[in-house]
C-alpha cells in the first residue's frame, strides 16, 4: 500500500510552522529594532559629550560670566550678592532655587569672554534651521555655529553660576545641565532623553571691567 500524510497532520505541520516562523520573525525585528535604538543613544551620548568638552575648555579659561563689562555695581551688600540692573538680563537668569547653591543662578543662556577677549555665548536655537541644537555665537563667528549634530534634538539646557559676583575672591563655577534626544521617528527612541550635567571652574578668579577689553 502506498503510505503517504493525512490532511489533519499536513494541517497540524503548517500550523507549528507558522508559529514558529512568527516567533522568530517577530524576535529579529525586536532584534534589529533595539540595534537601532541603541545605536541612536550612542550617536547622541557621543555628540552631546564632544559638545560639552568643547564648552568646559572655553568655560575654564573664560570670564565675566553673564555680566556686561561697563556694569561695576554688583549690588554690594544685597542678599546673596544679588546684581544692581540688568548684568544677568542677557543670559536669562534668575536666582537658583534648592538644591543649587545659595547665591548662585540659572540662566538659559551662557554669556562670556573666551581666552582671547571674543565675545561667545551658548543657548539653544529656538528658530531656523538650527532649531533644537546648540548653538555658539562669537565676535569671530559672522553666524551662530551649531555644535551639535542634527542627529540630536536638545530638550532642555540651563546654566548654573556661582562665584560670578567680582570681589567675592570665588572662582567662577559654571553647572552645564542639558537633556537630548536622537532625532527619530521612532516614538520610542526619539522620547528616550539623555540627561547630562558637568561642572566647570573658570581659572580666573576676579576682573578688572574698566578696562577694555576688560583686564583678568
Avoid at 540692573?85 to 540662566?107: E, F, R, V, Y
Avoid at 516614538?187 to 578688572?208: E, F, G, H, K, Y
Wanted: negative net charge; glycine residues 8%.
Amino acid at each position: 500500500m502506498k503510505k503517504g500524510f493525512t490532511l489533519v497532520e499536513l494541517l497540524i505541520t503548517v500550523g507549528l510552522f507558522v508559529v514558529v516562523i512568527t516567533i522568530a520573525v517577530g524576535g529579529f525585528t525586536n532584534a534589529i529594532r533595539t540595534e537601532r535604538q541603541v545605536s541612536s543613544l550612542i550617536s547622541a551620548q557621543s555628540n552631546i559629550s564632544l559638545a560639552l568638552e568643547q564648552m568646559s575648555r572655553e568655560i575654564r579659561t573664560g570670564y565675566l560670566f553673564c555680566h556686561a563689562p561697563d556694569v561695576t555695581d554688583w549690588g554690594v551688600g544685597t542678599p546673596r550678592g544679588e546684581p544692581a540692573g540688568n548684568a544677568l538680563a542677557d543670559c536669562g537668569c534668575t536666582i537658583s532655587q534648592l538644591p543649587a547653591p545659595a547665591g548662585s543662578w540659572t540662566c538659559s543662556t551662557l554669556d562670556f569672554y573666551d581666552s582671547e577677549a571674543n565675545h561667545v555665548a551658548y543657548e539653544t536655537a529656538s528658530t531656523g534651521t538650527l532649531a533644537g541644537t546648540l548653538i555658539e555665537s562669537s565676535t569671530q563667528l559672522q553666524n551662530p555655529l551649531s555644535i551639535t549634530g542634527n542627529d540630536i534634538t536638545v530638550k532642555y539646557l540651563r546654566f548654573i553660576l556661582y562665584g560670578q559676583v567680582e570681589g567675592d575672591h570665588t572662582p567662577p563655577r559654571v553647572t552645564i545641565v542639558i537633556g537630548v534626544a536622537p532625532n527619530s521617528t521612532d516614538p520610542a527612541v526619539a522620547n528616550d532623553v539623555i540627561n547630562l550635567q558637568t561642572t566647570v571652574s573658570s581659572r580666573i578668579i576676579d576682573c578688572d571691567t574698566t578696562a577694555d577689553p576688560p583686564n583678568c
